[in-house]
């Protein structure tokens, strides 16, 4: 009963002086507007762009590298074991490329359950040989369904079907951008040279764009099948498995417990990609700054129409106060009207970013960096509509709460007498 | 018979630039069913004390006493909450408020009391307003009304929680003869058939004439209390 009747004298304040509040709350609403507008474009941006590396970055890669011995062979001889050995012209150990028992390893690493997948590659040089020149490239052999879940290989094969690599015998996806050197099309056959000097002929099958130009212009993928013949390996030779987590954070830590349990060489994704998520953060950070800011300016406007409101309503304060509403009161019918403005501007703020989103999501957009994207990526995290009519309501609140606390020191006696 | 309000030893001082008393030793009691004026030339301290007298101003020496509570030791809240019960107010200017209906600006201290349902209520301010005499224009805005009706308006508006008392500054100070001669009348009526205490400043002798009681004031003095 008594906040109904605070709530209808704000209400008709607030009618009194309509066209200020609805500029007020106009105010509001187009900074909740652009605050979830710009958040959610900023945040799409920024996956979008993460995506660009991450999403085909395996968490952690287990692989052999080339490198010397760390134990020499003196060190094993008993009657040197006290001596400091000086050991000349140290060479790396024969390369024994291949993961030790990986079917095993695969296993028991498909059971830990922090691990989303793990894909078993070959990835091997190899010589294009186009008329008399040859081409550097790297030949990955992957399991393309395995290849698809995982790193979203489906996604960046623009021509031909990915799943033509694994039924046709000897074929091969080409990086788009080295087969336009070698000026070949699908159906074609090019020539690989391997590191041991075999020769194989291999069919395009299809081209594969990630939208960066330096691994366009090197890689290329064929099954393991494929990629074990080229090599004149048996079919249990795997080089490289790359493990995707459920928690990318746990990389490193994951990382370093498989290297000492399958004594294998490991890298994690943070020591390999460190700069994206620092790039990710401030681009966050400086969107949140601007819609912030947005709402304070937003603030300020009510903070305005409030005082001129106090100031032309001094003799109804008065009167209400002289007849029985406490300052307490008086500061509620202030409170009231300003948390209106802020709540309504910023429900309508959010259904008008909403839709402002959902446009700017049908604008085409279309690189030929990013061929998966077709229009310009939003993300609609909820996230963002609650910290921006959060925030709103927030701001509006404090904004009306010193004019209110103004009011409800009014002086009645000062006012009435001075008539 | 019974006090409505007491008022004992009551000092007060203006400071600006140098202390002034504007209110010496002020004593008198107000019974109830008293109409009383309280007449004294400009700045003699008449509408100084009304003021202290209606709990507006608690700055001032001395007790006050309203239907046998002391004043003193009360916070704001609990003077308003006192305002709103027991003291119904009529100021020189009407103070009605724009936005609202004639009939809401009088059911406004009613809501705030919250002792009516807001349908009986409704009734009670029109009873109010028929009394008056202008009950037509309930569901006008007070600014389309003449000066005179918008006083007995105010009038309705101090006499809807039926207060104790009714405290008036100058209620007839804005109006034209014919206009002040109506709102007295209405003064009067009411102190005669509804036995309603009232305490009026003013300085037209005309309208103290008229009054069951004056109190004369002087230099912050009471000279004359009949």
Known sequence: ?419 | MKNILEASHINKYFYNAQTQQVLKDVSFTIEHGQFISIVGKSGCGKSTLLYILSTMDTDYEGDLLIDGESMHSKNSNQLARIRNEKIGFVFQFHYLLNEFSVLRNVMIPGLKLGKYPEKELQDRAMDKLKIFGIADQANKKPNQLSGGEKQRVAIARALINDPLIIMGDEPTGNLDKKNSGIVFDLFKQLAQDYKQTMLIVTHDPEFAAGTDRVIEMDDGKIMNNE
């Open chain 1, 1 to 419: 009963m008594k906040s109904n009747l605070i709530f209808r004298i704000a209400f008709s304040l607030a009618l009194a002086r309509w066209r200020q509040t609805l500029i007020a709350a106009i105010g509001v609403m187009f900074s909740v507007t652009m605050f979830v507008t710009l958040l959610g474009f900023m945040n799409g941006l920024n996956k979008m762009l993460d995506g660009l590396i991450l999403n085909r970055t395996p968490h952690i890669r287990l692989f052999n590298e080339i490198k010397p011995s760390e134990v020499q062979p003196i060190a094993l001889v008993k009657d040197y074991a006290g001596y400091h050995n000086f050991i000349h012209s140290v060479k790396p150990s024969g390369g024994r490329l291949e993961i030790h028992n990986v079917g095993a390893i695969m296993n028991s690493i498909k059971h830990d359950n922090r691990v989303l997948g793990v894909a078993p590659t070959i990835a091997t040089q190899v010589f294009f040989s186009v008329g008399a020149i040859d081409i550097n490239g790297i030949i990955n052999g992957v399991d393309p369904e395995i290849q698809s879940d995982l790193f979203f290989f489906r996604d960046y094969v623009i021509e031909g079907n990915y799943l033509d690599m694994k039924t046709v015998p000897n074929s091969i996806i080409l990086g788009k951008t080295a087969a336009d050197l070698m000026l070949v099309h699908i159906g074609d056959v090019v020539q690989a040279t391997s590191v041991t000097g075999d020769k194989i002929q291999l069919k395009v099958v299809g081209f594969f764009q990630s939208g960066i130009a330096d691994i366009d212009k090197v890689q290329s993928y064929t099954s393991l099948a494929t990629a074990q013949k080229l090599l004149g390996k048996p079919n249990s030779y795997i080089t490289d498995l790359q493990i995707k987590l459920k928690n990318l954070d746990l990389a490193p830590a994951v990382a370093k417990e498989y290297a000492q349990i399958y004594q294998v060489d490991a890298e994690d994704i943070q020591t390999v990609n460190a700069q994206f998520e620092t790039g990710t953060k401030i681009r966050t950070l400086i969107s949140y700054v601007v819609g912030i800011t947005l709402l304070i300016v937003a603030g300020f406007g009510i903070y305005n129409i409030l005082n001129m409101l106090i100031y032309e309503k001094m003799d109804s304060i008065a009167i209400l106060k002289a007849t029985g509403f406490s300052g307490s009161d008086v500061r509620r019918i202030f409170i009231s009207i300003s948390l209106s403005i802020g709540i309504i501007g910023a429900l309508v703020g959010l259904m008008v970013g909403f839709s402002l989103s959902s446009l700017i999501d049908q604008i085409p957009f279309k690189t030929s960096a990013l061929p998966s994207i077709k229009t310009y990526p939003v993300d609609y995290n909820p996230k963002f509509y609650l910290i921006g009519a959060g925030f709103a309501v927030l701001t509006t609140y404090i904004a009306g709460w010193m004019p209110a606390q103004k009011a409800s020191k009014v002086d009645p006696v000062v006012i009435i007498r001075g008539k």
